[in-house]
């Protein structure tokens, strides 16, 4: 989305011709104040979000880093404070949205 590109936590793919490919990075372009206060907050959303322990937790067992475990969380958090901010609803931990199936 465009707020996590502003806060520059989108995937930058680095490749140089078909041969050359180095690992995919965050962009970092955008705000790195939000982008900071972000990733701090992302320690505390592991231990009381359920929605981001989920889902650091299944990237961590996929073998992935830690890092970019918060880094995912850190979208997540972005995304639950836009729709919060967008639908003017308070906070609900046990939300499901209707595109999720299950």
């Known amino acids: 989305s465009e707020l996590c590109s502003y806060a520059g936590l989108t995937p ?6 078909s041969s050359v490919k180095g690992r995919p990075r965050i962009s970092k372009m955008g705000n ?12 505390t959303a ?5 929605a981001c322990r989920d889902l650091y937790e299944r990237i961590v067992a996929k073998g992935k880093s830690k890092k970019l475990a918060l880094i995912a969380v ?6 639950q404070a836009f729709a919060i901010a967008k639908s003017g609803l308070i906070f609900d931990a046990t939300y499901k949205s209707t595109l999720v199936k299950n």
Request: charged share 25%; net charge positive.
């Open 74 to 79: 850190c979208n997540k958090l972005l995304k």
């Open 32 to 43: 790195q104040k939000l982008r900071n206060l972000l990733f701090m907050c992302s320690f």
């Open 12 to 17: 930058m793919i680095r490749q140089s011709g």
């Open 46 to 50: 592991c231990k009381y979000n359920k």
